[in-house]
């Protein structure tokens, strides 16, 4: 079967993120004054064939520790569906 894997990365909550802090002081200047903190991260899919949702899950945890993402500045969400 064939599963599609949503990721987001994300930086931990403890660390700076200047990407999101330049968009935080940005929004102010289009008009936008009702946002608090923003977080930047990736986002990414996979299209996994499997022989079933718990193995789709597992490659994309597998991918996403080894390759994906950075565990010492970095954590991660998967979501696996069918197509």
């Known amino acids: 079967m064939k599963f599609l894997a949503d990721i ?4 931990l909550k403890g660390l700076l993120d200047p990407q ?3 968009v935080g002081y940005s929004l102010p200047s289009i008009g936008i004054h009702n946002v608090g903190d923003v ?3 990736k986002h ?4 996994i064939e ?3 949702e718990a193995e ?3 490659t994309a945890e597998t991918a ?4 994906l993402a ?4 970095e954590s991660f969400e998967i979501r696996v569906r069918s197509i």
Do not use: F, H, Q, V
């Open 8 to 11: 987001d990365i994300m930086p």
């Open 20 to 22: 999101g802090k330049a």
């Open 39 to 41: 977080r930047i991260g």
């Open 44 to 47: 990414m899919t996979l299209e």
């Open 50 to 52: 499997a022989a079933d």
């Open 56 to 58: 789709a899950k597992a």
């Open 64 to 67: 996403c520790r080894k390759l």
């Open 70 to 73: 950075n565990l010492i500045m």
